[in-house]
C-alpha cells in the first residue's frame, strides 16, 4: 500500500510542477509569448516519452485561464506492474497580480503482476506567487495540499487506505531571448499518515525548432526512501514535443 502511496505523490508532483510551469498572466501579449515563460497563457498539444511510459498532453489558455488535461499510459513490463497502467490528470489555472491557484483532479489505475489491481486518485489545490529577478530570470515559490485515495483489490480482498499530502518547493526558469528555456523544479511532498518526507527535483529544458514547435527533454530525481520502501534513488529521463495555436 505505500508503493500506492508513493505512486499518487509522485503523479502529484508532476501535476504541481506543471501547474509552476503553465501558470497564466491575463496581460501576455500573444505574439511576444516564450512557450517556456511560467506566466504564459497559450494553447498547445503534446507528447511526452520516457523508457516506460508515454503521455499525451494538452492544454487550452483563454487570457488568465487555462485548462490542460494529460492521458498516460504504461508501455513497458516490470516486476510491479503490467503494461497497459494508466494515469490522468485534469487541471485548472488562474493567476491575478503574479499570485496564482490552481485546482488538480488525478489519478491512476495499476494491475500487478500477481493479479492484484489498484486505483488512486487524488484532488489538489495550490499557490503560486511569481517574482522577476531579471529579464531572463524568475522564481515561483508554490505550496500545496491535496488528499488522495487509494482502493486495492487484494487477493480478493478490496482494502481502502487515504492520506493527505502536503508540498511546498521553487521553480526557478532561465527564459532566452530566441525562445528557448532552461529550468529546475526541487520540492518537498509530506505524507501525513506515512510520516514522510519525500525529496525529489527536476531539471529540464526547451528548444524551439519552429515558430510553433518546440523539443524538449527534462529528468526528475526521486531520492530514495526507507518508509515508502523505496531502497534507492530513482532518476526518470523524459523527451517531449508540443505544437502551439
Given at each position: 500500500m505505500?508503493q500506492?502511496?508513493?505512486?499518487?505523490a509522485?503523479?502529484?508532483?508532476?501535476?504541481f510542477?506543471?501547474s509552476?510551469?503553465?501558470?497564466?498572466?491575463?496581460?501576455?501579449?500573444?505574439?511576444?509569448?516564450?512557450?517556456?515563460d511560467?506566466?504564459?497563457?497559450?494553447?498547445?498539444?503534446?507528447?511526452s516519452a520516457?523508457?516506460?511510459?508515454?503521455?499525451l498532453?494538452g492544454?487550452?489558455?483563454?487570457d488568465s485561464?487555462?485548462f490542460s488535461l494529460?492521458l498516460g499510459?504504461?508501455?513497458k513490463t516490470?516486476d510491479k506492474?503490467?503494461g497497459?497502467?494508466?494515469?490522468?490528470r485534469?487541471?485548472?489555472?488562474?493567476?491575478?497580480?503574479d499570485l496564482g491557484?490552481?485546482?488538480?483532479?488525478?489519478g491512476n489505475a495499476?494491475n500487478y503482476?500477481s493479479?492484484?489491481?489498484?486505483?488512486?486518485?487524488a484532488?489538489?489545490?495550490g499557490?503560486?506567487?511569481?517574482?522577476?529577478?531579471?529579464?531572463?530570470?524568475s522564481?515561483?515559490?508554490?505550496?500545496?495540499?491535496?488528499?488522495?485515495r487509494?482502493d486495492?483489490?487484494?487477493?480478493?480482498?478490496?482494502t481502502k487506505?487515504t492520506?493527505t499530502?502536503f508540498q511546498g518547493?521553487?521553480?526557478?526558469?532561465?527564459?532566452f531571448d530566441?525562445?528557448?528555456?532552461?529550468?529546475?523544479?526541487?520540492?518537498?511532498?509530506h505524507?501525513?499518515?506515512?510520516?514522510?518526507n519525500l525529496a525529489q527535483i527536476?531539471?529540464?529544458?526547451?528548444?524551439m525548432?519552429?515558430?510553433k514547435?518546440?523539443?524538449g527533454a527534462?529528468v526528475?530525481?526521486t531520492?530514495?526512501?526507507a518508509?515508502?520502501?523505496?531502497?534507492?534513488?530513482?532518476?526518470?529521463?523524459?523527451?517531449?514535443?508540443?505544437y502551439?495555436?
Open positions: 505505500k500506492s502511496i508513493l505512486a499518487i509522485t503523479v502529484a508532483v508532476l501535476s510542477n506543471v509552476a510551469a503553465n501558470v497564466a498572466a491575463q496581460d501576455q501579449v500573444k505574439e511576444d509569448i516564450n512557450y517556456g511560467p506566466t504564459a497563457s497559450f494553447s498547445t498539444l503534446g507528447v520516457s523508457k516506460d511510459h508515454t503521455q498532453n492544454m487550452y489558455g483563454v485561464n487555462i494529460d499510459v504504461k508501455n516490470d506492474g503490467k497497459g497502467d494508466v494515469n490522468y485534469g487541471r485548472y489555472f488562474h493567476v491575478t497580480d491557484y490552481s485546482v488538480d483532479v488525478l495499476t503482476e493479479g492484484e489491481k489498484s486505483t488512486s486518485n484532488v489538489l489545490a499557490l503560486i506567487y511569481k517574482f522577476q529577478v531579471t529579464d531572463n530570470i522564481m515561483f515559490p508554490m505550496a500545496s495540499l491535496g488528499y488522495t487509494i486495492a483489490d487484494t487477493l480478493g480482498i478490496d487506505e492520506d499530502l518547493g521553487l521553480y526557478a526558469m532561465y527564459s530566441d525562445g528557448h528555456w532552461l529550468y529546475v523544479n526541487p520540492k518537498v511532498t505524507m501525513s499518515k506515512a510520516n514522510t527536476e531539471a529540464g529544458g526547451g528548444f525548432v519552429a515558430d514547435v518546440s523539443v527534462k526528475e530525481y531520492a530514495k526512501n518508509k515508502l520502501n523505496m531502497d534507492k534513488d530513482d532518476t526518470v529521463a523524459w523527451l517531449q514535443a508540443n502551439y495555436f
